[in-house]
């Protein structure tokens, strides 16, 4: 509580008011020389949440490009807000794949049909020992040290790498895997066996090098690149990526039965044959087939309910 001091003692009227009033308010009355109060710290202005992430509209960019060797080469790069599902075929991995009750089946059915913008072939079959498999948390063939592997994790991003060495990333949960062979690409050039003996990559119906091929990449982006041919040699697939952009790749199925890609303008949109003179129509992962495939979903579409989302219940009149 303030000393007042009486009025007889040299204050003034207006001061003994100002300090009476300081008094009944509980604070220290300034007398001459006295040091002020002080002043509560203020506290930092709240700092506002970061915004979140705007949206980018799934896509798929393809375009085609000549080799000095004249093979022409079909390349499609995946951007925006997309995700990948690795589907079992009815063949391979087949009965493994309905034995665990796997739902990613032989074919793209409503409601991810709405959201689907492309789907591309997998790898060679598990019978060739090439690599390993394992879809939706459940190992079908056991995963192999170094092996060139597509991982996708649960939030349904993708990257590429050798198992164990690149991938996966520390602390991120894997959904699938698929290996195949080992990398063509790596540090954004093309590795030492994509230059070697093309025997290794794989049997040809032709008893030929160049027959159709393709393969997948990963970009400094963090993109997937799908490149194939209906005539190409494993030295082209490798080029191919890294004019593309690809930091690291693998090489996917061989042989013209199983090189497809099948794409859409728009989320759920008319597919269409992506690679010039492939044999299998652009509706056949919709039929259903018999080899494993990657789908390419967009996260979202305007207008469209995510895959899961209940239907709208019709109103009543």
């Known amino acids: 509580m303030a000393r ?23 604070c220290s009355a300034l007398a001459p020389g006295a040091a002020p109060a002080a002043v509560p710290a203020r506290r930092a202005p709240h700092s506002p949440s970061p915004r979140p992430r705007p949206r980018v509209p799934a896509r798929v960019i393809v375009r085609h490009l000549r080799l000095p060797d004249g093979h022409l080469m079909t390349v499609a ?32 059915r409503w409601p991810a049909r709405r959201l689907l913008v492309a789907a591309f072939n997998g790898g060679f079959k598990l019978s060739t020992g090439s690599g390993g498999y394992e879809q939706q948390g459940t190992v079908i063939r056991p995963l192999v040290p170094g092996r060139a ?19 996966p990333a520390p602390g991120l949960p894997v959904y699938s895997v698929r290996q195949n062979l080992d990398l063509l690409v ?13 025997g290794y990559w794989g049997a040809t119906i032709t008893g030929g090098e160049v027959v159709a091929r393709s393969a997948l990449g990963e970009n400094a982006r963090h993109q997937l690149i799908y490149v194939a041919s209906m005539a190409a040699t494993p030295g ?10 690809a930091r690291v790749g693998m090489e996917l199925d061989i042989n013209p039965e199983w090189v497809q890609l099948a794409w859409a303008r728009r ?29 390419v979903m967009a996260t979202w579409a305007p207008g469209q309910p995510s895959p899961g989302a209940r239907r709208p219940r019709p109103s009543r009149s």
Request: proline share 6%.
């Open 236 to 245: 082209d697939l490798a080029v191919a990526l890294v004019r593309a952009g």
């Open 77 to 108: 790069r995946f951007t925006g807000d997309v995700r990948f599902v690795l589907h079992c075929g009815s063949q391979d991995p087949g009965a493994a794949c309905r034995a665990h009750g796997l739902s990613a089946g032989p074919a793209v």
């Open 149 to 167: 592997s597509l991982v996708i994790y649960r939030s349904g991003a993708a990257a590429i790498g050798a198992w164990g060495r690149g991938v």
């Open 186 to 198: 790596s540090d954004g050039h093309p590795t030492r066996a994509s230059r070697g003996g093309w």
């Open 4 to 26: 007042i001091v009486p009025r007889g003692a040299g204050m003034t009227a207006a001061a003994l008011a100002a300090a009476l009033a300081a008094a009944l308010a509980g």
């Open 267 to 295: 989320p759920g949109g008319r597919l269409r044959k992506g690679v010039p003179g492939q044999v299998r129509p652009a509706s056949q992962y919709l039929r259903g087939w018999t080899r494993d495939f990657i789908a």
